[in-house]
């Protein structure tokens, strides 16, 4: 029997962000440990749970369940997604690092899946699941890095008009079935996997980002250092989206907040105002449009 000074060390470290997730956490930790390949070996995860001073009783309840199967990370506070995972990366070692969701659940061969891949591609740093809804539609989890022209698009909703659609941001993944491997600018979080080294190059996440926003920022650094995000759609997951955020943040507004972060971050305060100032300018566009309109209307009355 193999005594713990012996013991082999985990490839891949699971790491899952909770604050007051008592009622929901069992559906990823529950979907790690029945995974075939950890059943197989049960040496091949580390399973942490890295806790932002939850009041619902999240942690003795994880004690109590899991025991010594689930190593916990007391933040003591609130710290936001990007400072708890950085805590939990500075507490752990594997090769491979795992971001998974409270309310995201791993299928069979999803952790086998992505680290065959990182195997095989030692220029990936990052490596996302393809993520069903519980509908079984597949969600839009990749992205692609923002353009000036793109941000302004989408956030003016022009991009979903014909003549502009193919300039809006995201545009050549439109039409994808996330059947396939490809190489992307960014993955979202809710099941991730990271390559520890990579974090040497280029730093953890940047705790600036509350929430949102921290892993598009993080593939942005990645990729300037010259690493690749792919998504691996042999490692699959299911998650209801949101998580602790649903209910207890103004989740559209967190959002907005990151978004501004990260414009300013990458591509400066200029570069952000200027957008900022277009956007102002199209809603003088629509009101000189509707002022018109209105004015043609009174002409053509008073004949």
Known sequence: ?????????????????????????????????????????????????SDNGSTDGSREFLRERYGERVQIVENGENLGFAAACNRAFAATAAEYIFLLNPDAELKG???????????????CGIAGSRIYNYDGSVQQSVGEFDTWGGAFLRSSAWG??????????????RGWGYDSERRV??????????????IGQIGPFDERFFLYHEEVDFAKRAADAGWETWFVPASEAVHEG???????????????????KYWIKHHGHLWFYALNAALIGRYLLYLAAVAGAYAAARRLLRR
């Open 185 to 198: 600018d960014l993955a979202i979080g809710a099941a991730l996997a990271i390559r520890r080294a990579m």
């Open 242 to 260: 949101e998580g602790s955020a649903k209910g207890q943040y103004s989740v559209e507004a967190r959002k907005q907040r990151s978004r501004r």
């Open 1 to 49: 029997m193999m005594d713990a000074s012996t013991r082999v060390a985990p490839r891949i470290d699971v790491v899952v962000v909770c604050w007051n997730d008592r009622a929901k956490i069992t559906i990823a930790l529950d979907s790690v440990f029945a995974l075939p390949e950890v059943q197989r070996d049960q040496g091949l995860v580390n399973v942490v749970v």
């Open 160 to 173: 979903e008009w014909a003549p502009f659609a193919r300039f809006a941001n995201g545009a050549s993944l």
């Open 109 to 123: 061969g999803a952790l086998a899946a992505i680290a065959a891949f990182m195997d095989g591609h030692p220029r």
